[in-house]
């Protein structure tokens, strides 16, 4: 099962809105409605930002926002902030096992 | 709160085995799946492998297939991941994470709470 594919980068000043993208295939992200998204500090451990695609769990901003068309999700971060710096990891169901995708670095300028 | 706390720091020679230990709290440790992942230094996060806590079955990483056990003592609510004829290229930071997935009839989800990681350095 091949990684799914993120950019390496994306940045952005405090206050504007930053997308991630994250493609697959027809037998992981656009087949099912099962891609989550992770937040990862430096020496931290993963934290669940948006699962099943746009839903969000408690506790975690509203500025975080999760969609899919077609072979590939998205997360936007809208008013991004300082703490958002960080990298970040789409997931999704590939039939008998999770895959993730590659790692996007956000940088706030 | 929920809360999943792992064994320290193990420094292991190449060809030997490894067990991380992975402890539930806060839940009914029975009632959720338990997944491990791995991340290389520098690099993204692997899926390894799974378990039901509920009824010991377990689904592994292709690539890891016969190297990998993992297995659950639901009496302590401890799960435990075993790793075999260890190479250079197995160091790395290892997580448990807590899976919706409690039956092979589910799908794979998401993973809502994550270990603290034990990092596993192979070297000679």
């Known amino acids: 099962q091949s990684a799914l594919t993120q950019p390496r980068s994306v940045s952005g000043s405090p206050g504007q809105s930053v997308t991630i993208s994250c493609t697959g295939t027809?037998?992981?992200?656009?087949?099912?409605?099962?891609v989550s998204w992770y937040q990862q500090h430096p020496d931290k451990a993963p934290k669940l930002m948006i699962y099943d695609v746009t839903k969000r769990p408690s506790g975690v901003p509203d500025r975080f926002s999760g969609s899919k068309s077609g072979n590939t999700a998205s997360l936007t971060i809208s008013g991004l902030q300082a703490e958002d710096e960080a990298d970040y990891y789409c997931?999704?169901?590939?039939?008998?096992?999770?895959?993730f995708g590659t790692g996007t670095k956000v940088t706030v300028l | 709160q929920v809360q999943l706390v792992q064994s320290g720091a193990e420094v292991k020679k190449p060809g030997a085995s490894v067990r991380v230990s992975c402890k539930g709290s806060g839940y009914s440790f029975n009632t959720y799946g338990i997944s491990w992942v791995r991340q290389a230094p520098g690099q993204g996060l692997e899926w390894m492998g799974w378990i039901s806590t509920y009824n010991l079955n377990t689904d592994y990483a292709q690539n890891l297939q016969g190297r990998v056990t993992i297995t659950t003592d639901t009496s302590t609510s401890t799960a435990y991941m075993e790793l075999r004829s260890l190479r250079s290229d197995d160091t790395a930071v290892y997580y448990c994470?807590?899976?919706?997935?409690?039956?092979?009839?589910?799908?794979?989800?998401?993973?809502?709470?994550w270990g603290q990681g034990t990092l596993v350095t192979v070297s000679s």
């Open positions: 994470a807590r899976d919706q997935r409690l039956s092979p009839n589910d799908y794979y989800d998401y993973l809502d709470y």
């Open positions: 997931c999704s169901y590939a039939g008998s096992s999770y895959v």
């Open positions: 027809s037998s992981d992200v656009g087949g099912y409605n099962y």
